[in-house]
């Protein structure tokens, strides 16, 4: 996302776009791995059905915002500063998240 502040062309935002779209996979994937490790067998599937639903929500309100809005500012720095506080507090967090339940 740092690179959409410096977009001066549609082209170079689109490239960005793009790029932040083919690392979406890895970012549900190993939320996938996190998520299953913290619940009970019987109850993965919902959980991580519950996840896909509200991750790809996300992305429609996103869409829908900058189809109303037309500005992708204000929507941007407010997630700078959440990807800033998990970029920072990640340094902290174990390997594995069965580490946190113990």
Same mark, same amino acid.
């Given at each position: 996302?740092?690179? #959409? &502040?410096?977009?001066?062309?549609?082209?170079?935002?689109a490239?960005?776009?793009?790029?932040?779209?083919?690392?979406?996979?890895?970012?549900?994937?190993?939320?996938? *791995?996190? #998520?299953?490790?913290?619940?009970p067998?019987?109850?993965?599937?919902?959980y991580?059905?519950? &996840?896909? *639903?509200?991750? @790809?929500a996300?992305?429609?309100?996103?869409?829908? &915002?900058?189809?109303?809005?037309?500005?992708? #500012?204000?929507?941007? &720095? *407010?997630?700078m *500063?959440? @990807?800033?506080?998990?970029?920072?507090?990640s340094?902290?967090?174990?390997?594995?998240?069965?580490? #946190?339940?113990?």
């Amino acid at each position: 996302m740092p690179g #959409l &502040y410096f977009a001066n062309s549609l082209w170079f935002m689109a490239a960005i776009f793009f790029i932040q779209g083919n690392l979406c996979a890895t970012n549900t994937n190993c939320a996938f *791995v996190y #998520l299953m490790e913290f619940f009970p067998n019987e109850k993965q599937n919902a959980y991580n059905n519950i &996840y896909q *639903v509200l991750t @790809n929500a996300t992305m429609i309100f996103v869409t829908i &915002y900058f189809w109303m809005i037309k500005s992708w #500012l204000p929507i941007t &720095y *407010v997630a700078m *500063v959440f @990807n800033v506080g998990a970029a920072i507090t990640s340094f902290w967090i174990p390997e594995s998240p069965k580490f #946190l339940l113990r």
